[in-house]
Structures are given as C-alpha cells and as structure tokens.
C-alpha cells in the first residue's frame, strides 16, 4: 500500500499552515497600526480637551504638536484599511470577513470625519466634553476592530501568540482607560472647577484600567508582569494618586488649580507611557513568534514536499518503505502532540476574549433599550457589579437573559 496519498494529505496541511502564517503576520501588522492609532488620538484628545476648558489659553502648541505628530500613524491605518475595499479574486480565501469589513469601514469614516471636528476645537466652536466624547468614539471604533482582529488571529497550536494576543488587547483598553481619565481630570482642572458626574467618571474609569490589567497579569509572561509593577512603583504613579485624591476628594463645585492642569497631564501621560512601553513589548514579542511560526511551517512544508519527491522517485512496491512510512507516521505524531499539547492555552485565550464580548453585547443591550451612551451603559454594569458583589461577566449575562418588559419598565421610571 503506497503512502504518497497520506503524504499528499500532509503536504497540503503544511500548505495551509504557511497561508495560516502568512495571514497571521498581515493581522499582527493591522493590531499593530491600530495600536499606534489610537495612542496618537489618544494624546491629541487630552491635549484638546486641556485646550478647549481653558478658553484656547493653555495647550495649543501640545495639541499641534500631537497632531503633526500622529499624521503617519492616522495615514498609515487609512491606507492599510482603505486597501481591504479591494476584492480579492477568490473572497473565499480573504483574510477578512463582513463583520471585520464592518469595523473597518467605520473606523474609516471615524478618520474622515476627524479634520471637521479638528477646525472646531481650533475654533473653540464645540465643547471640551463633546470633543472628548468624539474622540473617545472614534477609538472605541477601533479597539472593537482589534478586539476582532485579535479573535480571527488565535491559531491552534501557536499558544505563543495566543496569549500575548489576549494581554496586548487588554493593555489597549487599560491604556484607553488611562487615556479617558487623563482627558477628563485635564478638563477639570482646566475649567477650574470641580463636577460630580466627573469626579464619578474618573472612579469608575480607574476601575476599568485595574479590571482590564488583572486579564493582562494573567496572561502575559512573568518577565513583563515583573517589568509592568516596577513601573507602577516610580514617581510618575506617585504623583497621579495624589492628583487622583485631590479630584476625588473635593466637593462638587469646588475651585481647583487650573496651573494644576500640566502637572495632572504630565502625571497621567507617564502613566499612559507605561503602559503604552507594555504594548510595544507585546507587540513585539508577537512579531517575533508570528516570525518564528511561519519559519516552522516552513520548514515542515519543505520535509513534507522532500518525503512526497522521495516517494515519487522510488515508488514502493508491494509492502510499504519502511522509512518513509516511519518518517510520515512521526511527521502525524508531532503535529497531534502539539495540538494537544496547546488547547488548553487556546481554550484560555479564547475564554477570555468571550467574556470580553459578553460584557460588549449587555452594554449594546442597555445602550439599545435604554438610550444610553457607551461609557453609561459600562458605568451601570460596573455599578451593578460593585453593588451586588458579584463579576462583571456575571452582571453582564444576567443582564442579556432580562426580558424586554424589564427595560420597558425601567423607561416608564
């Protein structure tokens, strides 16, 4: 009985898994524009809010400057999205699907609306909060498309770049979290007064970054949890819980020092900068595995094609060539145990990003039912959460099984 049809077999199971390399390393590279994008609006959004809360008076050469010196980055991720129009000429072999295509577009049209809203802050002609709310949409766009991207990319057997996956888009929203809260403290201390409903926003968004960092602890390595608490130990975070106190301890309607704002922005930013040295690390560590992933499939690819071309060269005769049978059946047998071996990882990683959708459908459900705005619907569940002492996740499951005559009873109060 001849081997070359099981040997076939294989040869196209490694011809895959170079395609399965090739699309991984386009998606590392799409995480990777994303991440640089949001931390260039990021920067842009806190600078403007400082600018529009103090009448144009502090903060106009920051802003400048943070647009100048995000343009590559915005350009860059408009190309690279604006690229995945094209079709391809078989759609059945594309690395994109309609969902993501969806998040594409509107991250796109999140960009193209960005040098109107641009003209009105320099005008001063929209408010500090409504500038904020713009921006934090536009980014929100595109954490939804990483988050996406970062799903479509957990490969079976690649647990080394399963779970980097899952700590990287987890850093990406702390660090969004980070960034909200630097922009709404800068606001405040800007205006020179303190708000409630601020004060309130800035609780429960410091709340959000030490959720979304616990995931992150679990899941990225012992050398950059290490390096992530050296950091928080420095005299950056120092400063920042002190400002933090100020803001949260004072009464509503209190005067605050608006010469406070630099300290406050310079004080998160080093925060935000933290974090932001955690996700080039994770970025970088998934280049490399996607690298050291495709030159494995590679090589198996290329053992695969010589026991094909040996096969053909020496047809065997009535009983198999032992050698070749061996070779086939220890080719089988590492690649079964290293599926094996890895699910576990896999199943980890992809837990954790189904929880994170969890939570995203319950704040669309409250968003759709209630009215509310994205950042209310996750304020209510995380309320909900610290009330009743239970998990986020929980609170968000219970809420998606509540039927719609519970929300029509809570618009009628």
Not at 15 to 25: D, F, N
Not at 309 to 315: D, K, M, V
């Amino acid at each position: 009985m001849s081997t070359a049809p099981a040997t076939r077999l294989v040869l196209r199971a490694k011809r895959l898994e170079m395609q399965a390399a090739r699309r991984l390393a386009a998606r590392i590279a799409l995480v990777d524009a994303l991440r640089e994008c949001i931390h260039a609006l990021q920067h842009e959004r806190g600078a403007s809010s400082v600018y529009l809360a103090s009448g144009g008076a502090r903060f106009a050469d920051e802003r400048s400057a943070a647009i100048d010196a995000g343009a590559p980055a915005l350009a860059g991720l408009h190309a690279l999205l604006a690229a995945q129009g094209e079709e391809s000429p078989d759609e059945a072999d594309a690395d994109v699907d309609a969902a993501m295509l969806g998040l594409m577009a509107s991250v796109l049209l999140g960009l193209e609306t960005l040098p109107a809203q641009r003209a009105a802050i320099e005008a001063r002609q929209t408010r500090a909060q409504d500038a904020i709310a713009a921006f934090t949409q536009r980014i929100a766009g595109m954490v939804r498309l990483l988050s996406h991207v970062a799903d479509a990319s957990l490969l079976p057997g690649v647990p080394s770049v399963s779970r980097p996956l899952v700590a990287l888009l987890h850093v990406v929203q702390a660090k969004e979290a980070a960034g909200q809260e630097r922009a709404a403290g800068a606001h405040l201390f800007a205006s020179g007064q303190c708000d409630a409903a601020e004060q309130e926003r800035i609780a429960h968004l410091i709340d959000a970054q030490e959720q979304s960092l616990r995931v992150f602890a679990g899941f990225a390595d012992a050398a950059l949890r290490a390096e992530w608490e050296s950091l928080q130990l420095g005299p950056g975070m120092v400063r920042l819980e002190r400002q933090r106190r100020v803001l949260c301890a004072a009464r509503p309607g209190a005067a605050l020092d608006a010469d406070t704002s630099g300290e406050w922005f310079a004080a998160a930013s080093e925060r935000i900068g933290a974090l932001g040295t955690m996700e080039a690390a994770l970025v970088r560590h998934l280049r490399m595995e996607c690298a050291r992933y495709a030159s494995q499939a590679q090589q198996e690819l290329e053992d695969s094609e010589g026991l094909l071309r040996r096969l053909r060269e020496q047809p065997p005769t009535a009983e198999p060539l032992a050698g070749e049978a061996a070779a086939l059946r220890e080719l089988l047998h590492a690649q079964s145990e290293r599926l094996a071996r890895t699910e576990v990882e896999l199943q980890a990683a992809r837990r954790a990003l189904s929880e994170r959708k969890v939570i995203e459908r319950a704040k669309g459900m409250l968003m759709a039912r209630l009215g509310l705005t994205e950042e209310a619907a996750f304020r209510a569940l995380q309320k909900a959460s610290m009330d009743q002492n239970r998990r986020l996740l929980d609170v968000a499951e219970a809420t998606l099984a509540l039927p719609d005559l519970a929300f029509a009873r809570v618009k009628e109060i």
